[in-house]
């Protein structure tokens, strides 16, 4: 799909030669400056109560006479905000949903209002419109006919919001690859899946990638990573891709991604309800892949290196059992008292790995703990520094791009409930804090770098009747990543 910003001529919008009209109201009164035969439609729906100027609140009108476009949505975006014309959007495209409207124009009645955050927005709410899982499924509704959506605005505007819409249409193609990976079955999703779409992306979009096989990873040392590896038929990979867009001499940034494309808990196993939904359990993996394509579609001046530790995490006769005693690649020990608490058994030795980057910072993005979604819920991913400055900007990067996370603490005195009595650590620490507790482990293997942990595990799928992959945290990482190129 297409988006460009449309300054309108003379004729004004109602001239447009879009075939749908989308008209995003903000405030309590009828809004100034609009083509009288929107004005007099507009005036006349609140007038006989079809339409009252709320957030949320939406008419469709069919022909109006005057208006070139045959469909018109109006729709109310409260206060106006980027969050609020995102929410909005999704409402109208509803609305003009089924029809059968190519080009569709949207407009904001007080256009003084949009910035490139808005235009962002538009993009986003449009490609979540529009987007159907159909991989694996043929009976999914056919595609969208919508093949191109112009934001009205002034020619002073079009600069900035034009830029809006390029970063947006970045940002939703690599939402939609995360999503489209996390989405498909762990029996189609394997890490040699997973490796292929890197190599992909790496041919389309001038990534380096290399794969590491079990017998390298033996080499490196990385004793935690094979331990979750060995229950498994399904052979692991290690996924390391790298956009060099500044120069080699530049320290990268780093993300590494959970990759468990299926965590049935292993000898520790976890209850049949639901099981299928930890087929997303390598939402951290596909947002690093959509964050990379994001990144290089922009060919943004960062270096920037994607790693994915990917296995699945099984029972079997050769899987890890609790008590077992691993070393990881970082030399430090780990007894594994329970084999469900595997994503940070892979991500210990894949941040050891990253050390050798000598990265500017190392992000990791994981659906790590039950425990995050009980304290923050499916609205916020949990965030995890010691490193004030970079939580920082993590926290603004989310708050930016409408994909927010909260800041967790990581006092030392968490640290406590690791310790173990026949290794340097055990890698679980009890009910209470279990999402502060997994990334006191993490810490424990990042005391080189400057280091960040993304816990995803509330907001990287939708459960229940819209179950599917969000594609979070792809916006908030390519906002970090972009802001740092800049
Ligand atoms: N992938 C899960 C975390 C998870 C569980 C995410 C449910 C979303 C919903 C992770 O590997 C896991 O099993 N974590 C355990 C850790 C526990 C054994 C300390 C958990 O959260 O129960
Ligand atoms: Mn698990
Ligand atoms: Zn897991």
């Not at 196993?269 to 947002?287: H, L, N, Q, R, V």
């Not at 994915?308 to 995490?313: D, M, S, V």
């Not at 892979?346 to 000598?358: N, P, S």
């Not at 690791?418 to 424990?444: H, P």
Request: contains cysteine; glycine residues 12%.
């Amino acid at each position: 799909m297409d988006f460009k910003t449309i300054v309108p001529g003379a004729g004004g919008v109602v001239a447009l030669p879009a075939d749908a009209l989308m008209v995003l109201l903000t405030g309590d009164t009828l809004p100034a400056g609009l083509d009288a035969p929107l004005a007099a439609l507009l005036a006349a729906a609140v007038k006989d109560g079809d339409l009252s100027l709320k957030a949320g609140q939406q008419l469709y009108a069919h022909r109006v006479p005057g208006v070139k476009a045959a469909r018109v949505a109006f729709v109310h975006a409260g206060d106006g905000s980027a969050k609020a014309l995102r929410k909005a959007v999704l409402g109208g495209a509803a609305l003009l949903k089924g029809g059968g409207a190519k080009n569709l124009a949207v407009m904001m009645a007080d256009p003084g209002v949009l910035t490139e955050v808005h235009a962002e927005a538009l993009v986003s709410a449009i490609a979540e419109a529009v987007y159907v899982y159909r991989q694996t499924k043929p009976s999914a509704p056919a595609a969208s006919r919508l093949a191109s959506v112009g934001l009205v605005c002034t020619k002073a505007q079009s600069a900035a919001l034009g830029a809006g819409l390029e970063r947006g249409q970045a940002v939703a193609a690599g939402v939609a690859l995360a999503r489209e990976c996390a989405n498909l079955p762990g029996n189609h999703c394997t890490p040699g899946f997973l490796a292929d779409q890197a190599r992909k992306l790496g041919k389309d979009h001038g990534l380096k990638v290399e794969v590491l096989n079990r017998k390298d990873c033996e080499k490196l040392g990385m004793g935690s990573f094979l331990a979750v590896a060995q229950g498994s038929a399904e052979p692991l990979k290690f996924i390391v891709a790298r956009w060099q867009g500044a120069d080699k001499s530049d320290a990268p940034v780093v993300l590494v991604g959970k990759g468990i494309t299926f965590d049935t808990g292993g000898i520790s196993i976890k209850p049949a309800g639901d099981m299928d939904e930890m087929k997303f359990d390598m939402g951290g993996a596909a947002s690093v892949l959509g964050t990379l394509r994001a990144v290089a579609q922009l060919k943004a001046k960062v270096n920037l290196i994607g790693i994915i530790p990917a296995c699945e995490n099984m029972p079997s006769s050769t899987a890890v059992k609790p008590g077992d005693v691993v070393t990881s690649m970082s030399g430090q020990t780990i007894e594994i008292l329970n084999t469900d608490a595997e994503g940070r058994l892979i991500l210990c030795d894949a941040l050891t790995y990253a050390e050798r980057f000598e990265p500017a910072a190392v992000v990791d993005i994981a659906t790590l703990t039950g425990a995050c979604v009980v304290a923050l819920g499916h609205h916020r991913s949990g965030l995890f520094s010691s490193d004030d400055a970079l939580a920082t900007e993590l926290l603004a990067a989310g708050e930016q791009a409408l994909d927010p996370a909260w800041r967790m603490p990581l006092d030392e005195e968490y640290d406590e409930a690791l310790k173990s009595n026949f290794a340097d650590m055990g890698n679980v620490g009890g009910r209470a804090g279990g999402a502060i507790t997994a990334a006191m482990f993490l810490k424990r293997f990042t005391a080189k770098m400057r280091w960040a942990h993304l816990d995803v595990a509330g907001t990287a799928w939708n459960s229940g009747k819209a179950k599917g992959a969000t594609g979070r945290p792809v916006a908030l990482l390519t906002h970090f990543v972009l802001a740092r190129a800049r």
